[in-house]
């Protein structure tokens, strides 16, 4: 299916949406069945979702969602949740373009952010490339590829402080079954 439709209105895109820290560690628990609920309910069409980390997947017409579907979702959970949104384009981009390539021993991360981190952040960030740590940042979007699991700083409050903007992590794993599987 291609990232782009045509509906009865105009373009229809398919997007991807990351949620920050849900279902982790006990504490802002929300059911897949119910975000699918949530999300339908607030007009986005052919909504389906991928593991328990908070990936949802959907159609829209509309073209600025985070801050409408941020404020949706804390009416309707009662909890105040971090989004970041790409389209499918995007997100097959990000996954093909990977700087990175893991071997069996390592993991390829991707942290979303809202926007473009400034370049001094960036450079504190690249300042700390270790034999841990590998670490690229191409436009919204941090590439980390972690070496040795102990060693590593990388962790989305590590990337929030250095970078001073919020994140969400997905491995390159998940991000890619998404693409081979919704694209």
Do not use: C, W
């Amino acid at each position: 299916m291609p990232a782009t439709t045509r509906g009865t209105g105009g373009s229809v895109t398919k997007y991807v949406a990351f949620l920050r820290a849900i279902n982790v560690g006990g504490h802002t628990i929300l059911k897949m069945a119910d975000l699918k609920r949530m999300f339908e309910s607030f007009g986005l069409e052919n909504v389906q979702t991928s593991i328990q980390s908070g990936n949802v997947i959907f159609e829209s017409e509309a073209d600025t969602l985070e801050k409408r579907i941020e404020s949706q979702l804390e009416k309707t959970s009662g909890y105040k949740i971090k989004l970041f949104v790409r389209t499918m384009r995007e997100l097959q981009s990000i996954v093909s373009k990977s700087p990175f390539t893991a071997t069996a021993a390592e993991t390829v991360f991707v942290a979303f952010l809202n926007k473009k981190p400034d370049r001094k952040n960036q450079q504190v960030l690249l300042a700390l490339i270790s034999e841990a740590d590998d670490f690229a940042v191409k436009g919204r979007e941090v590439y980390n590829l972690r070496r040795d699991r102990e060693k590593s700083v990388f962790s989305p409050n590590f990337v929030e402080k250095i970078l001073k903007l919020p994140v969400t992590t997905r491995n390159m794993t998940t991000l890619t079954k998404i693409v081979d599987k919704y694209k």
